[in-house]
């Protein structure tokens, strides 16, 4: 069983700072996806990254896939309140697989 | 507009009285699945199909049903609910059954089984 363990599980901050979270697997993916979701919403994908090392941004999130594609980060950079949401990633191992999903960091930005 | 489209949003029961839950994807997609999401667990896959009349258990399989008549419908079926399946319900689709391509997800559908 591919398991995808997301960290931290929970975090509190004040709007403007910086923050990395991360997604972490023994196992290798051919794909990562994240996530967003909020409060009375179904997840919504923020970005695929398919290649190892890749670095993609997205306005102030940057997400990044591990070398070895077992491993995703996630920063955001002057976080707002609108970042507030449940944070998800999910793997892919190609052809007639399914996606494996995190438990999700729960994600506060106090105004 | 493109989406998947829940119903209903919101739902109580009491045990052992059947129910369905409809889901419908207007984006011609042949991959649809159900996941259940609860606190501290995460998201479950429950079953999904690759395409008409192409379904598969996933994770947690148990106390649920599910059809594939058409490509845009995937009903889940509850045929006697029991308190432990309250939950919060998300009906999905992508592209093709590959692990690599976007879910779309609908708005989900609370549960409650008393």
């Known amino acids: 069983t591919q398991l995808l363990e997301q960290s931290p599980q929970f975090l509190s901050i004040q709007e403007g700072e910086n923050l990395t979270v991360y997604c972490n697997s023994s196992s290798v993916f051919s794909s990562l996806q994240w996530y967003r979701q909020e409060p009375g919403e179904g997840p919504v994908l923020l970005v695929t990254v398919v290649t190892g090392g890749e670095v993609k941004k997205l306005k102030r999130l940057t997400f990044q896939f591990g070398d070895a594609r077992k491993d995703s980060s996630l920063h955001i950079t002057a976080a707002q309140p609108g970042d507030t949401g449940l944070y998800l990633c999910?793997?892919?191992?190609?052809?007639?697989?399914?996606?494996?999903f995190g438990k999700g960091i729960t994600l506060s930005v106090r105004p | 507009e493109a989406q998947v489209t829940q119903n209903p949003r919101y739902l109580i029961t009491v045990t052992g009285k059947k129910l369905t839950v409809t889901c419908s994807q207007n984006m011609n997609h042949e991959y649809m699945s159900w996941y259940r999401q609860d606190p501290g667990l995460g998201l479950r896959q429950i079953y999904y199909?690759?395409?008409?009349?192409?379904?598969d258990k996933g994770d947690v399989p148990e106390g649920y049903k599910v059809s594939r008549k058409e490509k845009r419908n995937f009903p889940l079926i509850l045929e006697s609910p029991s308190p432990n399946q309250t939950s919060l319900y998300f009906c999905?689709?992508?592209?093709?059954?590959?692990?690599?391509?976007?879910?779309?997800f609908g708005q989900g559908t609370r549960l409650t089984v008393v």
């Open positions: 999905a689709s992508s592209p093709s059954s590959t692990g690599d391509t976007e879910a779309f």
């Open positions: 999910a793997g892919g191992t190609g052809a007639n697989s399914k996606l494996t």
């Open positions: 199909s690759m395409n008409v009349e192409v379904t």
